[in-house]
């Protein structure tokens, strides 16, 4: 979520509206620490997801896999750890993947309102539709953390801004399509999976961004609907 200011422009009478932040800052990435030699409580399912010998047991080798799927993803402390954080977002990806080429597999979005972005926020997943017919996605998203959460419900893109900043941080907002008050889908330079999550906005890769960009226009609709997981 960002400041929607903007000089010299009126957007459906929210000019000069300043919107809670809803950007995570742009992290550097965790710095290496030192390999804990302790076993998780999630070892199996760790080392099951990496690849690694399923045998409970922490080695020298199961931390450093760890490790660097902690600090790639921003999993802090990254300590090659095998705890409840780390599992969680690796469980996460095993059920985004699940869903295949089929996310309204549930009906949840509709198919009534034409083209159409619907975000899971249980599956932290968004696709673009156009009836019943799936036009891009799905797609992993950062959405809102706890006490910042994305708020659910029937929206329509209001306001676009391809170069947006935030007036109140000076943080970028590339490929900014805002639907509800400061929240919006923009891109971030870092991890879909980097807990615990946007102050409100959904967060989007570079690429998915611009897609997204391309394929909606003021007047489409959002339906947000779920709970991301932890709020």
């Known amino acids: 979520m960002g400041d929607i200011r903007r000089r010299g422009v009126v957007a459906l009478g929210v000019t000069g509206l300043v919107a809670p932040l809803a950007l995570a800052f742009t992290a550097a990435p965790a710095q ?7 076993t998780g409580p999630y070892q199996k399912q760790v080392e099951r997801f990496l690849g690694r010998p399923v045998d409970g047991k ?34 996460l990806m095993n059920k985004q993947k699940a869903v295949g080429n089929k996310p309204n597999k549930d009906g949840r979005c509709p198919v009534d309102k034409g ?7 249980t599956l932290q997943l968004s696709w673009i539709q156009d009836g019943a017919k799936l036009v891009h996605g799905p797609v992993p998203v950062r959405t809102g953390r706890d006490g910042y959460e994305t708020r659910t419900g029937l ?6 801004d391809i170069d947006h900043v935030s007036n109140l941080y000076d943080v970028p907002m590339p490929y900014s399509q805002f ?3 400061g929240q919006a889908f923009h891109s971030v330079g870092l991890s879909m999976w980097n807990p615990p999550g946007s102050h409100g906005c959904v967060n989007m890769t570079p ?19 779920g709970r991301k997981p932890g709020t």
């Open 179 to 181: 639907f509800n008050g």
């Open 115 to 121: 083209r159409i972005a619907c975000v899971n926020l």
């Open 32 to 38: 290496a620490a030192s390999c804990t030699s302790r």
């Open 207 to 225: 690429k998915e961004a611009k897609a997204y960009w391309s394929l909606l226009r003021n007047g489409d609709d959002v339906f947000v609907y």
């Open 155 to 160: 929206k329509k893109i209001y306001w676009r």
């Open 58 to 91: 922490q080695s020298a080798a199961d931390c450093k896999a760890v490790q660097a799927f902690q600090t790639k993803h921003g999993i802090t402390p990254n300590i090659g750890y095998a705890g409840s954080v780390t599992w969680g977002v690796m469980d």
